[in-house]
């Protein structure tokens, strides 16, 4: 049997799933399993969402465009795992592409895009950054895919930051390495900030240290680029939230 391709449904416009059922395909997924893949009626997929979980569905029909599958059954229940958000100040195109896609992929759950005093973009395709992620979720096998907000200003990120949530900002040059230690405790939500190329102005760094819940972490004694930063500091900060969601969990 073929390898089954992942399929992200939208739990906005499509009802529960459920066996027996069938189920139109997106126009985009038509395309996708018709023209690249070249799969047809007969052949299967998984359909998934943090709704309903994952289901094993069967092609029905497949045309240019326009397809429709039958659920068979499921073969994981819905779960939400804890998950972080990520605040960055957009980047180039593909970068920008890469920090969504590395972020899908170690679990972010909300990228917030931030415009800073040294932001080098401030405008950004969110239908395609949505796209990325999805097929990003799909890939990587996770039950959901982020939220992606509209980019604001760091002032007005920081105001509408939620109550009892830790945002880790990584600051080179500005902390010891020693200091990542504080990484350790780290719950479902809270957040890790990385900043422009540029890095942050004297007077943001000065705003985030007079935060209550900000905590600046070092990500090591190299410079890193800004997507890089943003593999490291996920990296970091989700290992301490596995280590205590899993602490919490036995």
Not at 99 to 114: I, K, N, Q
Request: proline residues 6%.
């Amino acid at each position: 049997m073929k390898d089954r391709p992942r399929l992200f449904v939208n739990v906005a416009v499509t009802p529960p799933m459920r066996a027996a059922l069938q189920q139109d395909l997106s126009p985009g997924h038509a395309h996708y399993l018709g023209t690249v893949l070249r799969m047809g009626a007969g052949d299967e997929v998984l359909l998934f969402n943090q709704r309903d979980g994952e289901w094993r569905a069967q092609i029905v029909d497949l045309r240019r465009g326009r397809g429709r599958v039958r659920l068979l059954d499921q073969v994981r229940p819905a779960q939400r795992s804890p998950g972080l958000t990520l605040l960055f100040a957009p980047l180039k195109r593909d970068a920008t592409d890469l920090v969504v896609r590395m972020g899908t992929e170690l679990g972010v759950a909300h990228f917030h895009p931030v415009l800073t005093e040294r932001t080098n973009t401030h405008r950004l395709n969110l239908d395609r950054l949505e796209a990325i992620a999805i097929e990003a979720a799909e890939q990587c096998e996770r039950m959901d895919a982020p939220v992606i907000s509209a980019p604001a200003r760091l002032a007005s990120s920081l105001a509408g930051w939620p109550a009892g949530q830790r945002l880790f900002v990584a600051a080179e040059r500005l902390v010891q390495p020693m200091e990542v230690c504080e990484v350790n405790a780290v719950s479902d939500g809270d957040g890790l900030l990385v900043g422009p190329e540029g890095g942050f102005s004297d007077s943001e760094i000065a705003m985030l240290r007079a935060q209550p819940y900000v905590t600046m972490i070092s990500l090591g004694p190299l410079v890193l680029r800004a997507d890089t930063a943003v593999a490291s500091g996920l990296s970091m900060i989700g290992a301490g939230l596995r280590r205590v969601s899993g602490a919490g969990s036995r």
